[in-house]
């Protein structure tokens, strides 16, 4: 680190002030990810997070959950594990910003932590828990597999309600909206595209997808009557106890990661407007038909860009730390 100093007592300082950074905590800045980051210090931790995994979650309902909560911690300030910090008396916490009932998947990240304290103490960070954890998630399910670039560390401060409301994509945004949402974390139109295939897993809430099968919202994608009939039997047309009605995603094979979430769309089937967003007229239609017909070209794009995502840094200048329990900053 380079520093200017005119005096010898402001050196002292300078150095003071350095240590004392360091000791503390670090701050972020552009350090490279690598997939034997934790090679020497914890050099079980991939394993120690697949057998939670495969033991708590398996194929089962937490998996799609867990991914959900790696998308959720990129966008929000980059991948920092900032998503699953409680709120304290001076600090809003980005879980309440989501209907309660809707991020899950916290209680498995903690328990993995918690192993990994056991076996390594304060030196894997939630954020590279989160990350590995979501890869494992999507190879339960039937997905892929790839190396997860590791060496993230944690934020000591979550995001602010506004600004993790501004950063997530809405289930009614267009188009033009989501690629350019998608865009300013430097993920492009295809890698929007193929990360979205995510929805071929999990379920989604009545409200989230009331607008699109009543018609009712700003946004208007075809969809397929049949479809929109059978969803509606889910989902009354109001009232807080409808909200919770459940549907999933993927019609043909909701809990298997592959390539059905394409076909989907073009059977007009996209359970959100930000779904069937992707097809019908748009700029992606090409893509979507792609994928929808090889699911190894969309298997090769999704691992690319769950990678590029996973790379989004925390501002400059945030404090960072590794964090001994996720839910709170040390
Ligand atoms: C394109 C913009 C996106 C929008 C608007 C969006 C929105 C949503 C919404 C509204 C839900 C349902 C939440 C609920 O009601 O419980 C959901 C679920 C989910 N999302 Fe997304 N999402 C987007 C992109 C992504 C991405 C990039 C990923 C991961 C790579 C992802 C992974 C998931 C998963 C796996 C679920 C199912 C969660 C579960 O079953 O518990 N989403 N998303
Ligand atoms: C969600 O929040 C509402 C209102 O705060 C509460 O009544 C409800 O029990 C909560 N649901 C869950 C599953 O925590
Ligand atoms: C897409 O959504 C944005 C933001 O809501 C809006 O300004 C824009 O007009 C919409 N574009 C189209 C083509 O509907």
């Known amino acids: ?62 998996a799609p959950a867990v991914v959900r909560l790696f998308f959720h911690d990129c966008f929000v300030n980059g991948c920092d594990a900032s998503v699953l910090l409680d709120a304290t008396p001076f600090s809003e916490s980005e879980k309440d910003v989501e209907p309660n009932t809707s991020l899950t998947g916290f209680t498995v990240i903690d328990e993995i932590k918690s192993v990994l304290e056991r076996d390594c103490p304060a030196t894997v960070s939630c954020a ?5 954890a979501s890869r494992d998630a999507v190879t339960l399910l039937g997905g892929p597999t790839w190396n997860v670039p590791l060496g993230r560390k944690d934020s000591r401060l979550a995001a602010r309600r506004e600004f993790t409301r501004a950063h997530l994509p809405s289930p009614n945004d267009n188009l033009t909206e989501l690629i ?84 989907d769309l073009i059977a007009h089937q996209g359970l959100l407007n930000s779904d069937q967003a992707l097809y019908g007229g748009g700029g992606v239609d090409n893509l979507v038909e792609m994928y929808g017909t090889d699911g190894d070209a969309f298997g090769r794009d999704f691992v690319k860009a769950m990678v590029k995502m996973g790379n989004i840094p925390p501002p400059k200048g945030m404090p960072m730390e590794v964090r001994l329990q996720c839910s709170k900053a040390n």
Request: hydrophobic share 40%; aromatic share 10%; proline share 5%.
């Open 1 to 62: 680190m380079a520093m200017m100093v005119s005096s010898r007592s402001s050196s002292w300082a300078a150095l003071a002030l350095l240590l004392f950074v360091s000791v503390a905590h670090t701050v972020a800045g552009a350090d490279e990810l690598s997939a034997g980051y934790y090679a020497k210090t914890c050099p079980n931790v991939e394993s120690v997070v697949w057998s939670v995994m495969a033991s708590r979650v398996g194929g089962g309902r937490m």
């Open 128 to 132: 590279d828990v989160i990350a590995i």
């Open 180 to 263: 350019r949402m998608f865009g300013e974390l430097g993920l492009d139109a295809r890698d929007m595209t193929a990360l979205s295939g995510a929805h071929t897993v999990g379920m989604a809430n009545c409200m989230h997808y009331r607008g699109r099968v009543y018609g009712t919202s700003n946004t208007k994608y075809n969809i397929d009557p049949s479809f929109a009939e059978s969803r509606r039997q889910l989902c009354p047309p109001q009232g807080p106890i409808g909200d919770a009605g459940k549907a999933p995603f993927d019609v043909m094979t909701p809990m298997k990661f592959d390539n059905a979430y394409y076909r």
